[in-house]
């Protein structure tokens, strides 16, 4: 196993630092080669209350009494940036696209508690499209851990392997979900939203930067889709919750979108998609307690 690769932050990783360093060339990852062990860890990390307030805002999704299950990921996405761009790191951010999210709240938090994250390299997989790569995070205070992801990014292109055969990761069906509301995405928000993750990503912020990607149109960072849709639903009142999203395709500012769910007990079920479009562009599955993350995380 590769020595570990361990940096420390005491503020928010700088968006100019690891945006510049995202034109700078990449190794590439050999055939039969391991990704290496980066390990990024924000010390003292805080909820500022205007930045939580800003969440609020560009979300619609605000309680008086918990922070979202979201929102660590949401402030927490700098340390995403930082290691997809970090110069040991072999492929390119030019070339990845987020596919997948597991997020796992313990306990709620207190907005005037400072807490420490981890975010770390995990497991990689060879699949049809190309190979796909776990980001793990986890947020604490002191012993206690209070939430943890896997955030899951596929790379296109062949890499000299053959597909997994592992099928888990499927998105579940939603042949039972029911009209919950149909609105327009707004096109507002871009540059607010991009300030609290730190993705200037120009995907989502101009619509001639897309479409010089093959998109049709400037999109909405998955996690603000994903926050809109849960305003919109009964979630489980319980502290310890798990969310799983499949974020299938982008869903465009001022898109008119179709959202359907099914609720069983304490466990919701949600797709949202474009209007006319009977494909989902992100599958949603929130469930009462803490699910497992692999425990790999020293």
Same mark, same amino acid.
């Given at each position: 196993m590769s020595t570990p690769i361990i940096e420390h932050y005491n503020r928010p990783p700088c968006a100019l630092h690891y945006m510049s360093r995202a034109f700078l060339p990449t190794s590439g990852l050999p055939a039969d080669a391991d990704f290496p062990d980066i390990?990024?860890?924000?010390?003292?990390?805080c909820i500022e209350p205007a930045q939580l307030q800003l969440f609020r805002?560009?979300?619609?999704? !605000?309680?008086?009494?918990? +922070? !979202?299950?979201?929102?660590?990921?949401?402030? *927490?996405?700098?340390?995403?940036?930082?290691?997809?761009?970090?110069?040991a790191y072999p492929l390119s951010i030019w070339n990845v696209l987020q596919i997948r999210n597991r997020l796992v709240r313990y306990k709620l938090f207190d907005p005037l508690d400072s807490f420490d994250m981890e975010t770390r390299i995990g497991r990689?997989? /060879? +699949?049809?499209?190309?190979?796909?790569?776990?980001?793990?995070?986890?947020?604490?205070?002191?012993?206690?851990?209070?939430?943890?992801?896997?955030?899951? /990014?596929? /790379?296109?292109?062949?890499?000299?392997?053959?597909? !997994?055969?592992?099928?888990?990761?499927?998105?579940?069906?939603? #042949?039972?979900?029911?009209?919950?509301?149909?609105?327009?995405?707004?096109?507002? *928000?871009?540059?607010?939203?991009?300030?609290? #993750?730190?993705?200037?990503?120009?995907?989502h912020l101009w619509s001639w930067t897309a479409r010089r990607f093959g998109f049709a149109a400037a999109f909405l960072h998955p996690q603000r889709v994903a926050a809109m849709c849960l305003a919109r639903l009964a979630m489980p009142d319980v502290a310890a919750q798990t969310l799983d999203l499949w974020i299938k395709g982008p869903v465009f500012y001022g898109a008119e979108v179709v959202l359907s769910a099914s609720q069983v007990a304490n466990e919701v079920k949600f797709g949202l998609s474009l209007e006319g479009d009977e494909r989902a562009a992100l599958i949603g599955l929130v469930q009462a307690g803490a699910k497992e993350i692999e425990r790999d995380i020293d």
């Open positions: 390990r990024l860890r924000w010390s003292g990390m805002q560009t979300t619609g999704l !605000s309680s008086p009494t918990d +922070v !979202s299950i979201l929102y660590p990921h949401v402030f *927490g996405f700098r340390l995403q940036m930082a290691l997809l761009t970090h110069r990689h997989r /060879y +699949v049809a499209k190309g190979i796909e790569i776990d980001l793990l995070s986890r947020m604490t205070r002191g012993d206690e851990c209070y939430w943890q992801s896997r955030i899951t /990014y596929l /790379y296109r292109g062949r890499f000299g392997q053959p597909p !997994s055969a592992d099928t888990s990761h499927k998105s579940p069906p939603l #042949t039972d979900a029911t009209l919950v509301e149909r609105w327009n995405m707004p096109n507002q *928000g871009r540059r607010e939203f991009g300030s609290l #993750t730190g993705d200037y990503n120009g995907l």
